[in-house]
């Protein structure tokens, strides 16, 4: 089992935070049990990471210009000890009016509405950027591979930062305290988990 005192050794990914947002009890196999998803034996995982790599070598050098990106860095790897988050992200975007912000490739179709845990996986990769790079993140982009690489834009405000911040905060309690959280409350999440058989 995980305990540490040291709240700064605890560095979460931008991933983990969607297990928890999926159910919380992920965060508890996963950090107290050591208990591993064997998520790389699923389909959408394994072409999800392929048209990753795919894209991210193909748009290298592509600057898009249509979003206001005058520059970007690829496949970045940022942490932060103030908010306990690590992660690597897609693409670091610098915009004209001096902002930066995260782009996100997602194996995922677009259905007209923004899904939470997208959200509070861009908005940790935009806070791990304005840490590391000192200037204002106040967007992020995704991009939608299944519809035709449809990029959306995802604005940020405080509340949505508060939100996230209290996520981690519950997490590391998890992960610090040891102990076991209620599952969530959408029970069809359970027919799909990769922890049904040890779940009770």
Do not use: W
Request: aromatic share 12%; charged share 30%; proline share 2%.
């Amino acid at each position: 089992m995980i305990k540490t005192n040291n709240i700064n050794s605890i560095l979460l990914t931008p991933s983990e935070i969607i297990e928890y947002l999926y159910c919380p009890r992920f965060t508890y196999f996963m950090f107290c049990l050591s208990i591993d998803q064997n998520e790389e034996k699923r389909y959408k995982v394994q072409k999800g990471r392929q048209i990753h790599e795919d894209k991210l070598r193909i748009n290298k050098d592509y600057l898009r210009k249509r979003i206001g990106v005058i520059n970007k860095e690829v496949d970045v790897y940022l942490s932060s000890e103030k908010y306990n988050i690590r992660g690597v992200v897609d693409e670091v975007l610098t915009l004209v009016d001096g902002s930066m912000a995260p782009l996100d490739y997602k194996f995922a179709e677009y259905k007209d509405r923004q899904f939470k845990t997208y959200k509070m996986q861009s908005l940790a990769y935009g806070i791990l950027i304005s840490e590391n790079y000192s200037k204002p993140v106040n967007k992020g982009f995704i991009v939608y591979t299944r519809s035709k690489n449809k990029i959306i834009e995802i604005e940020f405000d405080q509340k949505d930062k508060d939100k996230l911040l209290k996520i981690i905060e519950s997490m590391i309690k998890i992960i610090q305290k040891g102990y076991y959280p209620k599952k969530t409350s959408a029970k069809g999440k359970c027919s799909d988990c990769t922890y049904k058989n040890i779940c009770v």
